[in-house]
């Protein structure tokens, strides 16, 4: 009964050390000019970010899509999403994240990893900070699987404010 209990517990870790993890870090100044700000927007208004993942390898060097388009939130510890995804060993993956998430706006392209936004509406009344972040990790050359990926949001598109002042 032992052997078998740590038999399970050792698989059970072994499948936590090769969970593909996300964090996050804001590096511009907008409406969203803040770590906190990014994980608030999560958890209190549902503007979760989108995030898209590719892995290849020596053996299939075509992307293959192992995230499409799936909310990444906030749960008040750490960044999640549904549909736990795993790290091929020895494999290249690449991650491509957008904010605001959503389900229809945006066109994805795996082979150049690449997403379009189909419509931005901008103005007052919409407040919408528009962030993308990229990141990568070869396992080939840095095999590690327990840190989280890093995803740096750039503002690709923030409210901005003129006053004119006549002189």
């Given at each position: 009964?032992?052997?078998?209990?740590?038999?399970?517990?050792?698989?059970?870790?072994?499948?936590?050390?090769?969970?593909?993890?996300f964090?996050?870090?804001?590096?511009?100044?907008?409406?969203i000019?803040?770590q906190?700000?990014?994980?608030?927007?999560?958890?209190?208004?549902?503007?979760?970010?989108?995030?898209?993942?590719?892995?290849?390898?020596?053996?299939?060097?075509?992307?293959?899509?192992?995230?499409?388009?799936?909310?990444?939130?906030?749960?008040g510890?750490?960044?999640?999403?549904?549909?736990?995804?795993?790290?091929?060993?020895g494999?290249?993956?690449?991650?491509?994240?957008?904010?605001?998430?959503?389900?229809?706006?945006?066109?994805?392209?795996?082979?150049?990893?690449?997403?379009?936004?189909?419509?931005?509406?901008?103005?007052?009344?919409?407040?919408?900070?528009?962030?993308?972040?990229?990141?990568?990790?070869?396992?080939?050359?840095?095999?590690?699987?327990?840190?989280?990926?890093?995803?740096?949001?750039?503002?690709?598109?923030?409210?901005?404010?003129?006053?004119?002042?006549?002189?």
């Open positions: 009964l032992l052997c078998t209990l740590a038999t399970s517990c050792k698989i059970n870790t072994e499948e936590v050390d090769n969970t593909i993890r964090g996050t870090h804001t590096i511009t100044r907008a409406a000019s803040t906190q700000d990014l994980e608030q927007a999560s958890q209190t208004r549902g503007e979760h970010i989108g995030i898209y993942g590719t892995v290849r390898n020596a053996l299939n060097p075509t992307p293959v899509e192992i995230i499409t388009n799936e909310p990444l939130y906030f749960d510890t750490d960044w999640v999403y549904d549909n736990t995804r795993y790290w091929t060993p494999a290249n993956h690449e991650f491509v994240a957008i904010y605001p998430h959503s389900a229809t706006d945006y066109t994805w392209n795996a082979e150049t990893g690449t997403i379009t936004r189909n419509n931005i509406t901008l103005g007052v009344a919409n407040n919408t900070d528009y962030m993308w972040a990229a990141s990568s990790r070869n396992l080939a050359t840095t095999p590690d699987t327990t840190t989280p990926v890093l995803l740096e949001m750039h503002h690709a598109c923030a409210l901005l404010e003129f006053w004119f002042v006549n002189a």
